[in-house]
Nanobody, 123 residues
């Protein structure tokens, strides 16, 4: 069992930066691939980024490539999402998720989810 708690969301102006954190409890965190997803009101859940258990492999949605960076610290049981050059269209609830196995962009492949943290980007 893995419990995930996100933090770091907030209100920021367009062009600004935020760093989201996702703290995991439970053993064997290092064996889980981790992903970040987002969902805006009235829209479907959207893949943002994912990282393998070792951190050696990452993948990003085209909409955030070059602006967002996913990373993890297995010693701290934490995964991060550094978000730079934020745009109003990045406004959403951001959720981290964990799965055993390799990274994937499909939300229904993830077993564990956090409660989310809100990111609002003003124009």
């Amino acid at each position: 069992q893995v419990q995930l708690v996100e933090s770091g969301g907030g209100l920021v102006q367009a062009g600004g930066s935020l760093r989201l954190s996702c703290a995991a409890s439970g053993r064997l965190f290092a064996s889980y691939a981790m992903g970040w997803f987002r969902q805006a009101p009235g829209k479907e859940r959207e893949f943002v980024a994912a990282i393998s258990w070792s951190g050696g492999s990452t993948t990003y949605a085209d909409s955030v490539k070059g602006r967002f960076t996913i990373s993890r610290d297995n010693a701290k049981n934490t995964v991060y999402l550094q978000m730079n050059s934020l745009k109003p269209e990045d406004t959403a609830g951001y959720y981290c998720a964990a799965r055993r196995g390799g990274i994937t962009t499909f939300w229904n492949s993830y077993e564990y989810w956090g409660q989310g943290t809100q990111v609002t980007v003003s124009s």
